[in-house]
């Protein structure tokens, strides 16, 4: 079935410094892939997507490109701040049925200034 | 203002008292779901409905039930709740089957004594 592998946590991180937080996933054909983003408290909202193959998608500084042939869609942020303290879900849209969103475990992050 | 309103936030409660949690979502969308969120778990679908009077079982729908009769409002029944449904669950509302963007809840944090 389809799945999502997404980089353990918790990250911690230095004010300015580079993220990286790694997913793989395991799908048939072609699925939408997607970083959600959850600040304490709250509910998941939306912080990028990308629906084919080599399509790259960004959003408040944060990237991701959809890498068919590694299965990959790293989520990337060159200068992170204090306010990017968050848990992050990688997730992926599956195809026909229930068009559901299978989502990785999540990866906690906690920048300090 | 567009948004996935859920009641309450928070709920404390005994084993096999029957209880609901609400959802209602303005912005018309056809699409509704919900989820859990427990640690090192990510998300998993309870239950799912793309239409009015449209249901259907997710990947984790035991011991829950759902009902839609309006397009806006998608409720959560759990008819005798047991300590392994304590668990921080979100609604989710998207315009269709094949969206990709999907608008999620605050959540509702419950625990079962």
């Known amino acids: 079935g389809n799945s999502v592998t997404q980089m353990e946590g918790p990250v911690t991180l230095s004010e300015e410094a580079f993220l990286t937080i790694n997913c793989t996933y395991t799908?048939?054909?072609?699925?939408?892939l997607f970083w959600y983003v959850q600040y304490p408290g709250e509910g998941l909202q939306l912080l990028l997507k990308a629906t084919k193959a080599d399509d790259k998608g960004s959003n408040k500084g944060f990237e991701a490109t959809y890498r068919k042939e590694t299965t990959s869609f790293h989520l990337e942020k060159g200068s992170v701040q204090v306010s990017d303290s968050a848990v992050y879900f990688c997730a992926l849209r599956s195809q026909g049925g229930s068009e559901k969103l299978v989502f990785g475990k999540g990866t906690k992050l906690t920048v300090n200034p | 203002e567009a948004q996935v309103t859920q009641n309450p936030r928070y709920l404390i409660t005994v084993t096999g008292k029957k209880l609901t949690v609400t959802c209602s979502q303005n912005m018309n969308h056809e699409y509704m779901s919900w989820y859990r969120q427990d640690p090192g778990l990510g998300l998993r679908q309870i239950y799912y409905?793309?239409?009015?009077?449209?249901?259907d079982k997710g990947d984790v729908p035991e011991g829950y039930k759902v009902s839609r009769k309006e397009k806006r409002n998608f409720p959560l029944i759990l008819e005798s709740p047991s300590p392994n449904q304590t668990s921080l669950y979100f609604c989710?509302?998207?315009?269709?089957?094949?969206?990709?963007?999907?608008?999620f809840g605050p959540g509702t944090r419950l625990t079962v004594t």
């Open positions: 989710a509302s998207k315009d269709n089957r094949q969206s990709n963007e999907q608008y």
């Open positions: 409905s793309m239409n009015v009077e449209v249901t």
């Open positions: 799908a048939t054909g072609y699925p939408s």
